[in-house]
């Protein structure tokens, strides 16, 4: 049987930490697949991901071979999910695995791109460097009320996809965490639905 969603997980030196976060992960989520993708072997998150995965086969250390960075583990991640629901969530516990659910409901409902929204009511974000902090929410509500693009919060890696939604579309970004704009952006342009909850 093929889980009912993925969760694509990008690492990069994680190191024990990442049991933790697995921890807080698999204790919020229902059966499904967690890809943790590793940019190379000598990652020092690989050995964790290993041991843990010989005791919780959901988990799948996943090697991406298109090259190293977040948007490249992220696209890695999402093309070779078995899942038809894909959800991106960072491996740095600023993502609340609570939620991981509520948005795999929202695409099973319809929507092609579900946000995790810092941005919307009920929502905030704790933490990170101040200037950082306006920018990015300048960015969001501005896509927001003039771009229409159904999130307050488009640049928010935390997202849940429909996965033939983007394989029709495909991925561009090569860099950085755009990723999750780009598929925002692209879901406006083919007037398919976006949904959001506040994080």
């Not at 059966?31 to 799948?60: F, G």
Request: proline residues 7%.
């Amino acid at each position: 049987m093929s889980p009912r969603y993925t969760v694509v997980v990008p690492v990069y030196n994680e190191g024990p930490e990442i049991e933790g976060f697995l921890d807080r992960l698999f204790d919020g989520v229902m059966p499904c697949e967690v890809m943790a993708v590793y940019d190379t072997p000598d990652d020092t998150t690989l050995p964790h991901l290993e041991k843990y995965a010989a005791n919780d086969p959901r988990l799948v250390p996943t090697h991406n071979t298109y090259g190293r960075g977040a948007a490249r583990a992220m696209r890695f991640g999402i093309e070779h999910a078995t899942a038809g629901i894909v959800v991106v969530t960072m491996a740095d516990g600023s993502d609340d695995p609570q939620q991981v659910e509520p948005l795999v409901h929202l695409v099973e409902r319809g929507v092609v791109v579900a946000a995790a929204s810092r941005y919307l009511k009920g929502g905030q974000q704790v933490g990170g460097p101040f200037v950082k902090r306006i920018m990015s929410r300048m960015a969001g509500l501005s896509l927001y009320w003039v771009g229409r693009v159904g999130t307050h919060d488009a640049t928010n890696s935390f997202k849940a996809y429909d996965r033939a939604f983007v394989e029709k579309v495909g991925i561009e970004s090569d860099t950085g965490f755009e990723l999750g704009l780009e598929m925002v952006a692209k879901a406006r342009r083919h007037r398919l639905p976006v949904a959001e909850l506040p994080t």
